[in-house]
């Protein structure tokens, strides 16, 4: 029973209001924070009543808040531990499979994902258990019996991935022995000798309660002493128990008193828990049973100890539970605890004994946690909420001033912070206050397994949390008074709300009355509140009313994931003291939903962190009840990491998938493609026709691992066998395939449900076969146009289009084309017409093409004046001096320029042929020029030069209009 609630109530009213909440996306700099991890711890009130003759009761919450997203591959190796139960009872049928056959399958899908997952530096060890730790032998055959087809198997402890694989091969043939927790728990604690920055995991699988202990101690028997003596303490099925002790070699029955065994059973597992925490060892434990076949609070207590946490499984989910805890293993992680420092008050302050703490020798509590961070995955991992029962011997004022969170971060670095201390205080007289239980309750399936079919809530997604409450404290039977306006507030985590606004109210199976819950807002999110307006009497030293029980029923929105929920308040008022405030524990389970969908013979369910499984719901094609046939990989990009609120299916070709934040994705079980015109790119529709060349490539790609794609192609001409392909790359439809052509494409393996194929049809016409040009090859003159026709085979080609084009040398362009059918000359030289389909044929035709200039003879030159005046220095260009006749002539070139006084002026002619001359001195000088074009053509002028800077100089332009002498 955990201490702590407060109030009461004849009659209540309860509003109880929920924080469904949607969390807003933490911001970008929120997001990319580094991990950390914060706490809180505060008493549940700040004031404790001590009974006559008896211990008050209080608890100390603690919250332990993860924070920050992992943006890369930080984390540290690993050990893991598979410890797993072959007692007989093992080999019974579960929900329609045998309970060992199951745990192997899970265990070696396990095995699977940490082969693909694994570390050089990780370690794997395989423990098997019954009233010791196993050591079986079984018998298997390979081949005929009488032939030697049949040998020995054996199951016991192993070491690494393929030596464990081949060890549970037969973990469904020695299922026969009791149940012994502790000795395999204790074997790992004693014989880990990992390095201290490895993080060690135990995966812990039972059916059942522990029923066998074996242990060394001293006893006493007969009034003699002996030490170190072999005591085995049994359970048996027909409810006897023993406690046998190995005395002079013989063995003595010691008690048969079987709770008396039990608990020492029980509080060995414990001890045994207590030992993996202090060694920093993670416990994750899986109860593979009917509810009341095992004792789920003492495997809950064991694992809580040391940091994880149970859950109970079924042949329908232990592979996708084995998954989800196994996929923390290997994701970066932060392990740590929180301290509460106790010694100083060693003789009047205990913790409660099956508390979630260990308690060193020093009487410090240690609550363990582990958090693992996805990579750039958010949100980040869920809140810790737990509760420290504490028991006071004596009154007065305590202060708990040691109270520490350590933790090693990401980066190995130790980190430690200190909370301020808190005060509490013991009194003989006091506010009545309230003793409280609160749990969670199944409404369909347990709230570890909750599921949500599809998009529609129902009770399969729904669970309950009751509470208990028992007013108390009052120490002074001569006082009298009332309890009344009692207000609860239940906050509640994010994606949980309210199911049910109505609540009954009783004490025990007494009707006390109705109440209503509604959802309310509070400045740290949504929660329920829960009024109770009547008054509870008190006088005498009793109460009007003795206990009361209410429960609200809550649904879980979307997926969550190791939900807590938190620890809620209640205020009331007592005539005689006033307002109080105490706190309520929150429920000791966790709340973990899927979001489930079933397509054939598979259920498809996504899970907190956007992540989907497929599993098998039958016993075909080669899977089991149970298995994970495939998971979501990091290649499906198009699903983000969120939780998932619903799923639909979507003509059975691929799963909608809305996230809590109402965005969409979706997951394809089958593929789909598109067919393209290869030459344009053009999309064709089913039933296009088109005259090709096709070719496909595939649009939607089914999620999950190992998918392999085939597609098979058929038509009037051709057809193909199923052939494998790489999705990712483009395929062409042989260029032969004519007529109707069918595409099929199909995918098996990861989510595919069927080898179904997607079938497009589409119809390839004929294709240009061949392209003729006449006249070919073409020559014209510059300057002038000549015409061209084009003959395209077949005649009936479906498309007849052409593309045309002339290729000029570089720098030059020698013809154009006009309308496609005219060539026009621009300059001599040479060029090519090149003529394509565009039908997908790729036929091409070159026609040369030659451009010739038409020769126009000189028939006359002479310069532009007869006489050039120039000052010394000056230069005078002959070619624009000179007038050509006609002015179109081919060539208007000099074939050579003279002077009759080279003192006078000088002649140059330059690289590109033109010619000048350059005034030396004064003096007359004549000049004559013939033409290169006719050596008989040719002309005169007279050069004056002048002193420089002499007036009438005409320099370069040659201005002078002096006559000729």
């Known amino acids: 029973m955990r201490p702590n609630l407060s109030k009461a109530g004849l009659l209540l009213i309860f509003l109880f209001v929920i924080s469904i909440g949607y969390q807003p996306a933490p911001s970008a700099a929120a997001t990319t924070a580094a991990p950390s991890v914060d706490f809180s711890v505060q008493p549940s009130a700040t004031s404790y009543i001590l009974p006559a003759g008896g211990k008050a009761n209080g608890n100390l919450n603690v919250s332990i808040f993860p924070k920050g997203m992992a943006t890369n591959e930080q984390r540290q190796p690993i050990a893991v531990y598979f410890v797993e139960d072959t ?19 899970a265990l070696s899908q396990a095995l699977n994902y940490f082969s693909q997952n694994s570390q050089p530096l990780d370690q794997y060890t395989f423990i098997p258990f019954d009233s010791t730790i196993s050591d079986k032998f079984y018998s298997y055959c390979t081949g005929n019996y009488w032939f030697g087809g049949c040998q020995l198997g054996e199951v016991k402890p192993a070491t690494g991935i393929t030596n ?49 202990l074996q242990r060394n101690e001293t006893i006493t028997y007969n009034k003699n002493t002996y030490t170190n003596t072999p005591v085995t303490y049994t359970l048996y099925s027909n409810n006897t128990a023993s406690e046998v002790a190995v005395i002079n070699n013989k063995n003595t029955t010691l008690s048969t008193d079987y709770n008396y065994i039990q608990s020492v059973i029980d509080s060995q597992a414990l001890a045994s828990a207590d030992n993996l925490a202090a060694n920093k060892i993670t416990m994750y434990s899986f109860a593979l049973a009917q509810k009341g076949d095992v004792n789920f ?12 946490y149970a859950v109970p499984g079924d042949p329908s989910n232990l592979s996708s539970l084995f998954a989800d805890i196994t996929s923390k293993f290997t994701a970066p992680s932060i392990s740590g605890e929180v301290t509460i420092d106790l010694s100083k008050y060693k003789n009047t302050v205990q913790v409660v004994p099956g508390s979630d703490a260990y308690i060193d020798s020093n009487n410090v509590a240690h609550i363990n946690f582990n958090f693992s961070y996805p990579i750039n995955k958010s949100p980040t991992p869920n809140e810790i909420d737990d509760s420290l029962p504490l028991t006071f011997s004596s009154t007065g004022t305590y202060t708990f001033d040691n109270i520490k969170l350590n933790y090693t971060d990401l980066n190995g670095n130790q980190v430690t912070k200190s909370q301020s201390p ?35 809530d129902s009770e399969l997604n729904q669970f309950q949390v009751e509470y208990s409450i028992t007013p108390t404290g009052l120490v002074n039977t001569a006082a009298a008074g009332n309890l009344n306006t009692f207000t609860m507030i239940q906050p509640l985590p994010a994606g949980i709300s309210l199911a049910s606004s109505q609540l009954t109210i009783k004490s025990g199976n007494s009707f006390l009355g109705s109440a209503t819950a509604n959802q309310i807002s509070t400045a740290s999110g949504q929660a329920v509140q829960i009024t109770i307006p009547s008054t509870i009497g008190y006088k005498n030293g009793s109460f009007d009313l003795t206990n009361f029980t209410f429960d609200v029923t809550l649904k879980a929105d979307w997926a969550q994931s190791s939900t807590t929920i938190p620890n809620s308040t209640m ?82 070709q691929k799963i909608q998938i809305t996230y809590n934040d109402q965005s969409t994705g979706y997951l394809y079980l089958r593929p789909d493609f598109q067919l393209n015109e290869t030459p344009t790119g053009k999309i064709l529709a089913n039933g296009d026709t088109t005259a090709g060349p096709v070719s496909f490539k595939v649009t939607n790609l ?25 999705p990712s790359g483009t395929i062409s439809i042989p260029s032969g395939y004519l007529g109707n052509v069918k595409v099929d494409i199909r995918a098996t393996g990861g989510f595919s449900p069927d080898q179904t194929p997607v079938e497009k ?25 000549l015409g061209f026709t084009v003959t395209v085979s077949p005649s009936d080609a479906l498309n007849k289009t052409l593309n045309y084009s002339i290729q000029n040398p570089a720098g030059q362009t020698v013809a154009t084309l006009v309308n496609n059918n005219t060539i026009l000359g621009q300059s001599a030289g040479t060029a090519t017409l090149i003529i394509k389909s565009v039908d997908g044929s790729n036929i091409q035709v070159s026609v040369p093409i030659t451009v010739q200039n038409p020769y126009i003879a000189l028939t006359g030159m002479q310069f532009t004046q007869p006489k050039y005046t120039l000052n010394v220095g000056d230069t005078l260009e002959l070619n624009p001096s000179i007038i050509f006749n006609p002015s179109n002539a081919t060539n208007k070139n000099l074939k050579s320029v003279t002077a009759t006084n080279n003192s006078v002026v000088t002649i140059v002619q330059r690289t590109d042929g033109t010619w000048y001359l350059k005034a030396l001195q004064s003096g007359y000088s004549t000049i004559k020029a013939i033409s290169s074009d006719n050596a008989n053509l040719s002309d005169t002028a007279v050069i004056q030069v002048n002193p420089a800077g002499s007036s009438g100089g005409g320099g370069s332009s040659g201005s002078s209009t002096d006559g000729k002498w």
Request: hydrophobic share 30%; glycine share 8%.
């Open 87 to 105: 007692s007989g009872s093992m080999s019974d049928v579960y929900n329609g499979a045998r309970k060992d056959t199951t745990a192997k399958n």
């Open 164 to 212: 464990i694989q081949t060890m549970i091969n037969g973990l469904d043939s020695v299922s026969y022995g009791g149940t012994n927790y502790s000795q395999p728990l204790d074997l790992i604690s004693s014989s880990t000798s990992t390095s201290a920055n490895t993080k060690k995991y135990i995966i812990f699988l039972t059916d059942g309660e522990p029923t066998s």
């Open 297 to 308: 609070q003492l495997l809950d207590n064991m694992s809580k100890k040391t940091g994880g």
């Open 422 to 456: 808190i005060t509490v205080n013991v009194t003989n007289d006091m506010a009545a206050t309230f003793n409280s239980t609160v749990s969670l309750n199944t409404v369909h399936n347990p709230p570890e397994s909750l599921i949500k079919q599809g998009t529609t």
């Open 571 to 652: 205020t009331y008022s007592d005539s005689r003291f006033g307002q109080q405030t105490i706190t309520l524990s929150g429920p000791p389970s966790k709340v973990n939903m899927k979001v489930n969908i079933n397509d054939s013979n598979f259920c498809y369910t996504g899970d907190y962190s956007g992540a989907l499984q497929k599993i098998s719901t039958t016993n075909s094609n080669g899977y089991t009840i149970g298995q994970i046939v495939s998971e979501t990989q990091a290649s499906d990009a198009n699903l983000p990491a969120k939780p998932i609120m619903g799923m639909t299916l979507v003509n059975g």
């Open 702 to 726: 089914v999620g999950g691992k190992n998918v392999v794609y085939e597609y098979s192609i058929t038509s009037d001409t051709g057809s193909t066998s199923w052939t494998a392909f790489d």
């Open 761 to 785: 049809s589409i119809v390839i016409q004929r294709l240009v076969s061949s392209i003729s040009v006449s006249p070919n090859p073409i020559s014209l003159l510059a300057g002038s146009s």
